[in-house]
């Protein structure tokens, strides 16, 4: 399995890509602010033709250049419909701080194809299979990722979901911290410790 990354944008949201090896089909999670540029880089690289976008929840740092993405290679976003409002209107999960800062307004618009996960479910993309799992707190609509590498080892994708040494954070609009814990706890703490968590 290759998995490749980067921090896009000024707010370093992690980026990555998912693939069976070089040359093949290949997802994009989490396309960030300024996430084109250096994702085509990472395409050509390892001769990967992305076949959908997987965002972990809607708040803009994640989506921010989901359109271009999806719209420039043809290819379907996912995201939990509790999140997919905040596609067309970033500005409904940031806080009046961050709000601010964007002069009151930021633009953005959804791809021209969205599909909507369901928790459970199984997707089998890129010759890859994600387990959905809906892990409300961060957002309403956040999800984790969860796909078997080469050798067994469960691969992560936990968004905002997790942070390094600790849980994202929940005092933004739609954040709970105690559906958080509870979604941690119930999701996440059952399983084996030998994950691989991006």
Not at 132 to 140: K, Y
Not at 186 to 192: A, C, N, P, S, T
Request: charged share 20%.
């Amino acid at each position: 399995m290759l998995v490749a990354g980067f921090p896009a944008g000024s707010f370093q949201t992690n980026c990555y890509v998912l693939a069976r090896g070089a040359g093949e089909a290949c997802i994009v999670v989490d396309p960030g602010q300024d996430a084109v540029e250096p994702l085509e880089e990472l395409l050509t690289e390892h001769r990967l033709s992305p076949v959908a976008v997987l965002l972990t929840h809607g708040h803009f740092d994640h989506t921010f250049s989901v359109a271009p993405v999806c719209d420039g290679n043809d290819i379907p976003a996912w995201i939990h419909p509790d999140d997919r409002d905040m596609l067309a209107d970033p500005m409904k999960g940031i806080s009046a701080e961050s709000a601010a800062f964007f002069g009151g307004r930021l633009e953005l618009r959804e791809p021209r194809s969205v599909e909507l996960l369901a928790d459970g479910s199984d997707l089998e993309l890129a010759g890859l299979t994600l387990r959905v799992d809906h892990t409300p707190g961060h957002t309403q609509g956040s999800v984790v990722f969860t796909t078997p590498s080469d050798d067994g080892t469960e691969v992560i994708l936990a968004g905002d979901t997790l942070f390094a040494g600790s849980i994202g954070r929940t005092d933004l609009p739609g954040g709970s911290h105690q559906q958080l814990l509870a979604s941690v706890r119930d999701k996440l703490l059952v399983r084996d410790d030998s994950g691989f968590v991006l």
